[in-house]
């Protein structure tokens, strides 16, 4: 029987991929057009320009331009890289490293090229004055081959464009796959996407100009040479070069900079932006599989697919979102196996939501007694430390009880630290922290540790809604009782959880910092918070549906000493 990863891409990642690659070369043209029309506007030949835009559009090379416009926008879609857990590198040096990455040189490589052929693609849209690179000039004398320094212009600014957008796909997280909090349809998630992502490009775009009239004002004399050099021409058309101040004041090269710029930006990040609307769609996976079915593809399945991250997501997806609102299928998840009677479909998908709850607990617990292990040691004085009459010595610590009166005993000195040992790269490293330019670079990120322990999470708060939903939901709709006897283990892990995050932020504290350019922390920087709230909100769903009945679940004293705030809503 074909596994349940093997369906999945075959049936559902493939035909969400074309999808969203389909509607991004459907809108290529229309964004063409677009530019097509901006580029030949004039405010002073408005007839003019109306006769040009249809020369370009309605020419037979404007499909073979189509045509290499589809091919690379399909490259750029097929070297990008994808993940459902967000990056989260410890320093800033970290995060510009990680776009060397070899996974990543495909997409860069692909970016690179692509921004050069696409603005070389745009130049035959515009005036004939950015039509090629070389131009051929006929004197008196002889022909002269000269240098079309405003074509190469544009090509390297459309070069650099697509470097712009390689570096914004990954450090802005563009590549993050992050799952919306309310599901609607693929139109109006893309309508609003859409409406963010022409801000942010415009935003990009004047950047980029900036940073790229700079660097041709002080390379761009060199990188001329060169190409005049290697293409053996004896000269350049314009008559200042644009190198020189005045030469870069020209408003038309800017303008079409500009239009190129932002449609190199604007139609790659679209493909982004619609393959991300495509996968975190919520997708139904079958409960049960039926005897008909020629492939054990069904949700317990899905939830053990390591192998396969998004598909796990997507099945902890579903099964919080039948949890709370699929009466129908809830009955499913608690229904008996035929023959045998088992709760086989319950205990699969409890089994593995308390093993992404015990496993994240263990990794808050062990990021705990690190962060204990890292504070300073206080070394009590001698007047607090008492020793009784009798055989038993006690040592108390800080506040002491009332003892009978002992003899006070001399304490042994404290044990005097051990030299740590340091390699002569750490003394580096440190060092150059505490230079003013290099601690940008080399400073640890505010809440990078949290961040990169609850980066995953995204799965654990979807088991922990699922886990409170379909439990309290089991109080009325469990006919045979198979939610019963994991009640107790359900309980003392959410608690056990909770108790362990609490303790983890009472010594890391989280802050959330929102930059002046964001209206809302990006969602991979919230997971924290949303995990927390999920969690003391399942605790609380919980006690309000088992309250009375918290007696007969057999938890240990701890545990019932840690819900009895959540029981008197003190929590």
């Known amino acids: ?226 190409v005049l050099n290697l293409l053996n021409v004896e000269g350049i058309t314009e008559e200042q070069p644009l190198d020189t101040f005045f030469g870069l004041l020209d408003l038309t090269l800017l303008c079409q900079t500009c239009l190129c710029t932002f449609f190199i930006l604007f139609t790659w990040s679209l493909t982004a932006v619609l393959y991300r609307v495509y996968h975190t769609q919520r997708l139904e996976i079958p409960v049960l599989t039926t005897f008909s079915s020629a492939s054990k593809h069904c949700l317990s399945a899905a939830l053990a697919a390591q192998t396969a991250p998004l598909l796990q997501h997507l099945a902890f997806l579903d099964l919080a979102y039948l949890s ?42 062990t990021a705990h007694l690190a962060a204990l292990a ?12 008492f020793s009784t009459t009798g055989d038993t010595s006690l040592l108390y610590r800080g506040s002491a009880e009332p003892q009978s ?3 006070q005993s001399t304490p042994s000195p404290p044990p005097q630290p051990v030299a740590a040992k340091t390699s002569f790269t750490s003394k580096l490293y440190s060092g150059l922290k505490d230079k003013p330019i290099l601690s940008y670079f080399l400073m640890e990120l505010p809440d990078t540790k949290s961040r990169q322990l609850f980066a995953a999470c995204q799965i ?40 362990t995050i609490e303790k983890y932020f009472k010594l890391q504290p989280l802050t959330v910092r929102r930059s002046s350019k964001e209206s809302h922390p990006q969602p991979h920087i919230t997971l924290c918070q949303q995990l927390r709230v999920t969690l003391k909100t399942a605790i609380y769903r919980l006690t309000n549906s088992f309250g009375r009945h918290l007696g007969d679940l057999n938890l240990n004293t701890d545990c019932m000493k840690r819900v009895r705030p959540f029981l008197d809503y003190r929590e």
């Open 405 to 407: 009166p002992g003899v």
């Open 374 to 385: 890292t504070l300073p040691v206080q070394h009590l004085p001698a007047e607090k430390i």
């Open 460 to 499: 654990h708060i979807w088991a922990i809604e699922a886990m409170s939903q379909l439990a309290a939901a089991s109080y009325e709709e469990d006919k045979f009782g198979v939610v019963q006897q994991t009640l107790s283990a359900i309980f003392t892990s959410l608690i056990s959880l909770q108790d």
């Open 324 to 365: 709370g609102h699929s009466p129908q299928r809830r009955v499913e998840v608690f229904s008996l196996s035929q023959p045998g009677g088992h709760p086989y479909t319950w205990r699969a998908v409890c089994s593995a939501c308390l093993q992404q709850l015990e496993a994240l607990a263990a990794q808050v617990q």
């Open 1 to 226: 029987m074909d596994s349940v990863v093997y369906w999945y891409k075959t049936e559902v990642y493939f035909w969400r991929s074309a999808g969203s690659l389909f509607w991004s070369i459907t809108c290529l043209p229309l964004i063409t057009i677009f530019l097509v029309i901006l580029s030949q506007f004039s405010f002073l030949h408005p007839w003019q320009a109306l006769a040009d835009f249809a020369s370009v559009v309605l020419s037979l090379s404007f499909l073979l331009w189509l045509g290499i416009l589809t091919a690379i926008l399909i490259t750029i879609a097929c070297t990008a890289t994808f993940t459902v857990v967000p990056d989260v590198p410890a320093t800033r040096l970290r995060s510009y490293l990680s776009l060397l990455r070899w996974s990543r040189w495909p997409h860069l490589i692909a970016a690179k090229l692509g921004g050069a052929c696409v603005a070389w693609v745009c130049s035959h849209f515009m005036d004939q004055r950015f039509y090629s690179l070389t131009t051929v000039v006929v004197t008196t004398d002889r022909e002269l081959l000269l240098l079309n320094e405003s074509h190469l212009f544009l090509v390297l600014a459309g070069a650099m464009a697509g470097l712009v957008y390689y570096t914004n796909f990954y450090l802005s997280h563009l590549s993050y796959l992050a799952f919306p909090t309310l599901q609607r349809d693929k139109y109006f998630r893309a309508r609003s996407e859409i409406i963010q992502l022409a801000k942010l490009c415009v935003r990009l775009t004047w950047r980029h100009i900036r940073l790229f009239y700079l660097g041709y004002w002080l390379l761009g004399g060199s990188y001329r040479s060169w």
